[in-house]
């Protein structure tokens, strides 16, 4: 008998908003959060726009904890801050308290900036703080000090699939005993000219320069790349008999995991969604669950021509056509744009909520059905999901072929 | 550049809040950085850099671990820039 684990905590900072409330606000209202980047580095970029935060974390954190710390730690922090206080920032045994904070490229700006310095300034005046800033490992390792978590502090890497990897990882934690409590999630902060070209050379990135709020079109027929954005997803998981003994408030549960990968190409998804097909087929089987009792998805959706198309066969393949042609989907980042470490945490957060609350978010900007894709996507309004406890999907993927697919269980 | 006592202690205090958020009134001569002060080590880096380039004098990384209490940088710095 598996453990089972509960969600008792949200937080995000998001290009959409501050927090979860207001993210999901937006996420409901089909609000773009892309904007055209008006920094001098940027006009000289193919792409020049980008989902910033909608709240610089520099606004809400102390000066001197923010100045210590690189911006996808920054985010990390704001968003922990706010799922442990949701979580009615509970007394715990430190020793039995774990963080798992994913990032896909971790402090690429602390490590830029820094450069800079050693460059312009010369060794002696790089900053003290840049290792701790810059080490992927350096938003998992703030929250858990801003927090007290001695069970362990864990930064799995996955590129884009690493926020859900990170919830995977706590959820395998807390079933192994190695902790009862577990505040998980992904960060990210890689809007700085060398990530933006980079991933335009790889053609990843979309350059509707002229429609920033257009620019992420996932499943339209004339998507052209994602978008990057930054921010952070973070959920306080714990056993549900902890939660019960302290009598906190359960949102849903982390009912299973799944992750694979592709042995395929280091950038190119499988283009049958094989690896992504059995990740979620893993996933179904750790949750004890049968593929026609999925009623929501939460897709990776990322808006590049072929990602779409692969998720959706994968999709399909489990789910059998005609289901798969019946359950609502959401693509999420259509609104968010893509928090590639960030992502899947935060699209767990949708997942939870779109069950917690039976409805789900509408994918904005898609004017014309791709015909590859044969998914029920919801678009225009926000869809009500039907009554009583429900199953969700939410697929993540990431370059080096990663995939990992959740299932989330709401609980009302 | 000479500099008074004062001035480095003043403009010393400045830089410790700058770095570490302790109010600059708290930066008074007997402060040990790391027990009263709570300075720790990589913030300490920060500070030395920071006071070399305000009072134009070189800290030597040896040096740094002699200079215990504000008023022993405060002298040093003095000293330096004499």
């Not at chain 1, 499988?270 to 059995?278: K, L, T, Y």
Request: net charge negative.
């Amino acid at each position: 008998m598996k453990t089972t684990v509960v969600v008792t905590g949200l937080g995000a900072t998001t290009p959409v908003g501050g927090d979860v409330s207001s993210t999901w606000k937006a996420m409901l209202a089909g609000e773009s959060g892309t904007v055209l980047l008006e920094d001098e580095w940027a006009q000289q970029l193919p792409t020049r726009i980008a989902a910033r935060a909608a709240v610089d974390p520099r606004e809400v954190l102390d000066r001197i904890e923010a100045k210590k710390l690189d911006r996808s730690g920054q985010f990390a922090l704001v968003a922990a801050r706010e799922a442990w206080a949701h979580a009615g920032a509970p007394e715990v045994d430190p020793d039995r308290f774990a963080v798992v904070v994913a990032t896909g490229i971790g402090g690429v700006t602390t490590l830029l900036d820094q450069y800079d310095v050693l460059r312009e300034k010369g060794p002696r005046r790089v900053s003290p703080f840049t290792v701790p800033m810059l080490m992927p490992n350096g938003p998992a390792a703030a929250v858990g000090l801003a927090l007290g978590a001695r069970a362990g502090v864990h930064a799995p890497v996955s590129a884009c699939a690493s926020g859900a990897e990170g919830i995977a990882y706590g959820l395998d934690m807390i079933r192994s005993g190695r902790a009862d409590i577990v505040v998980a999630g992904g960060t990210e902060a890689a809007i700085h000219a060398l990530p933006m070209a980079a991933f335009d050379v790889m053609m990843a990135l979309s350059r509707r320069n002229d429609d920033p709020p257009g620019a992420s079109r996932p499943y339209d027929t004339t998507r052209d790349g994602f978008v990057m954005a930054e921010g952070a997803g973070i959920i306080v998981m714990e056993s549900a008999e902890h939660a019960a003994a302290r009598g906190a408030y359960v949102y849903a549960e982390i009912a299973g995991a799944g992750m694979t990968s592709d042995a395929h190409h280091i950038a190119q998804p499988d283009p049958h969604g094989a690896g992504a097909a059995r990740a979620i087929r893993l996933a179904l089987t750790d949750a004890g669950i049968e593929p026609e009792q999925i009623a929501h998805i939460n897709a990776h959706a990322t808006s590049t021509p072929q990602g779409d198309v692969a998720e959706s066969l994968a999709i399909r393949s489990v789910l059998g056509d005609t289901y798969a042609a019946q359950v609502p989907v959401s693509a999420t980042k259509s609104v968010t744009g893509h928090l590639l470490g960030g992502a899947g945490a935060v699209e767990t957060i949708a997942a939870i909520l779109a069950l917690d609350t039976h409805t789900a978010p509408p994918t904005i900007n898609l004017d014309e059905m791709d015909e590859a894709i044969e998914l029920n996507v919801v678009t225009g309004e926000p869809l009500g999901l039907p009554p009583g406890s429900l199953y969700a999907l939410n697929n993540s993927f990431g370059f080096g072929g990663h995939n990992v697919a959740l299932v989330v269980r709401g609980v009302r | 550049m000479a500099h008074s006592e004062q001035d480095v202690l003043a403009g010393l205090a400045e830089i410790v809040n700058e770095e570490s958020g302790i109010p600059a009134s708290d930066v008074t001569l007997e402060k040990s950085f790391t027990d009263d002060l709570d300075v720790d080590s990589l913030t300490m880096v920060s500070i030395v850099v920071a006071a070399e380039e305000k009072f134009g004098v070189k800290i030597p990384d040896d040096e740094v671990k002699n200079l215990k209490t504000v008023g022993d940088a405060v002298h040093f710095i003095v000293a330096q820039a004499a």
